[in-house]
């Protein structure tokens, strides 16, 4: 009975003194002070619970601060959440690199593309996802034209009357060759014509309406009708485009005047005055024209209601600084009437330019003088991983200079994937200096 109340005694004893100073040593004799648990060994370690990614998420109100190994990420990870909301985040140090960078060496200059071309800033880190940022100074995003010149004009219409002129096929269409002086009526009503150079050996007459068969051989087919005389139609003709014909490949030269009468719908340009005399333009009330007036040597006028509309395509020929007017004359007033609509630019060398109706665009009255303008370029950067543009990472700048930075993520799927900044100039040139683009890993 003693040797049992003695024994109950030292046990109690025992506890009382752990309880108090709440210390507990495995190994030693004397655990650190601060501690509560001293693990001292030389040829052991401390081996904690091990789950699963799932089994750490089904733990019932973790503790905050309660510590597992991860056998899914093959980590130790402690809760720095609270047991009702626990947030578990690992403590190994990663093993690849944390930030990979580049420096531009030297200025960088890129010209006119209509792709994002590649820099000289590349980066090939291991996987994972990184927070990518890129700054730079943009400079001299520029590039140069000339303001419309009446001398510059008057060359550029000669160019073109030229290359009608002497035009002598039309791609790999068939030719023709000729073409009987009157269009659309008698033995040529409802015709189709096929793209060529026709030449009619006298005055041009539109006397019905007809078709011009573009077909689908050609991408910008070419239809030029060439005669010695007056160029006139009738009343209430219509040319009808099908295939790939279009008004900027449709040329009408005359050597003399040009009219159309009232309510004629034309396709094309037509050009006055090509034999060297006088060669007056007009058309007639109601006139419905996609296409150009252009004469070398007279005036142009326009009828009551007439409607001119400068087409916007490129044209197989060139027409310089005129490919955006609608009216031209080289020696010869250029006028309209209140109830007209021209859309495109006007001009002319010598005489009058007076327009009043309704106008949209340009009027270069005679001796307008031009001269080299300095225009902003607008410039595009974004980020590729592995040949693909990273979403969202485009920017567009429509300054001369600036400063440019981009920052975006990207997740690089493999080691061999590189990452680039790439960027385009739309026209010109521009300078990228002071580059600096890097890769941040976010994954820790």
């Known amino acids: 009975m003693k040797s049992a109340f003695k024994y109950m005694l030292l046990s109690f004893i025992l506890l009382t003194s752990i309880s108090q100073f709440a210390q507990v040593g495995i190994g030693t004799s004397d655990p650190d002070s601060s501690t509560v648990l001293d693990l001292v060994s030389v040829?052991?370690?401390?081996?904690?619970?091990?789950?699963?990614?799932?089994?750490?998420?089904?733990?019932?109100?973790?503790a905050k601060g309660l510590i597992v190994f991860n056998i899914t990420t093959n980590d130790s990870e402690v809760n720095i959440g609270t047991s009702i909301s626990p947030l578990w985040i690992g403590i190994?140090?990663?093993?690849?690199?944390?930030?990979?960078?580049?420096?531009?060496?030297?200025?960088?200059?890129?010209?006119?593309?209509?792709?994002?071309?590649?820099?000289?800033?590349?980066?090939?880190?291991?996987?994972?996802?990184?927070?990518?940022?890129?700054?730079?100074?943009?400079?001299?995003?520029?590039?140069?034209?000339?303001?419309?010149?009446?001398?510059i004009g008057n060359d550029d219409l000669t160019n073109i009357y030229d290359a009608v002129r002497n035009t002598a096929t039309s791609g790999t269409q068939t030719e023709t060759g000729t073409h009987s002086i009157t269009f659309g009526d008698g033995a040529n009503i409802n015709e189709v014509i096929a793209p060529g150079v026709y030449e009619t050996g006298g005055a041009i007459t539109l006397n019905g309406s007809f078709t011009l068969a573009g077909g689908s051989v050609e991408d910008n087919p070419i239809f030029i009708f060439?005669?010695?005389g007056a160029f006139t139609t009738a009343v209430g003709i219509t040319i009808t485009l099908t295939g790939n014909a279009k008004p900027e490949n449709i040329f009408w030269?005359?050597?003399?005047?040009?009219?159309?009468?009232?309510?004629?719908?034309?396709?094309?340009?037509?050009?006055?005055?090509?034999?060297?005399?006088?060669?007056?333009?007009?058309?007639?009330?109601g006139t419905e024209l996609v296409g150009r007036l252009f004469t070398k040597n007279g005036a142009i006028t326009t009828g009551a209601s007439t409607k001119i509309t400068v087409p916007t395509e490129n044209s197989s020929l060139d027409f310089g600084?005129?490919?955006?007017?609608?009216?031209?004359?080289?020696?010869?007033?250029?006028?309209?009437?209140?109830?007209?609509?021209?859309?495109?630019?006007?001009?002319?060398?010598?005489?009058i330019l007076s327009m009043t109706g309704t106008h949209v665009g340009e009027a270069y009255p005679a001796g307008t003088q031009g001269g080299p303008v300095v225009n902003v370029s607008t410039t595009t950067y974004s980020i590729y991983t592995g040949g693909s543009e990273v979403a969202n990472s485009r920017r567009t700048i429509d300054l001369k200079t600036t400063l440019i930075s981009i920052q975006t993520l990207v997740t690089v799927a493999s080691d061999a994937d590189p990452v680039e900044l790439r960027w385009r100039v739309n026209k010109g040139t521009a300078t990228l200096s002071n580059r600096f683009f890097s890769l941040i890993r976010s994954e820790h």
């Open 43 to 62: 040829d052991k370690g401390f081996l904690m619970p091990r789950l699963t990614t799932t089994q750490i998420s089904n733990i019932t109100s973790p």
């Open 92 to 151: 190994k140090r990663p093993i690849d690199p944390m930030i990979y960078s580049v420096n531009g060496v030297s200025d960088f200059t890129a010209s006119e593309s209509v792709d994002l071309e590649a820099s000289d800033l590349t980066l090939t880190p291991t996987a994972g996802t990184f927070l990518a940022t890129f700054n730079g100074h943009l400079s001299n995003a520029t590039y140069i034209t000339n303001s419309f010149d009446s001398d």
């Open 226 to 228: 060439r005669g010695s």
């Open 321 to 351: 600084s005129l490919s955006t007017f609608a009216m031209w004359s080289s020696a010869g007033g250029v006028s309209d009437v209140a109830t007209a609509e021209i859309t495109g630019d006007v001009g002319n060398v010598s005489g």
């Open 253 to 285: 030269m005359s050597d003399a005047a040009m009219a159309t009468a009232a309510d004629a719908k034309i396709k094309g340009t037509m050009m006055g005055a090509a034999g060297g005399g006088a060669g007056a333009v007009s058309t007639g009330a």
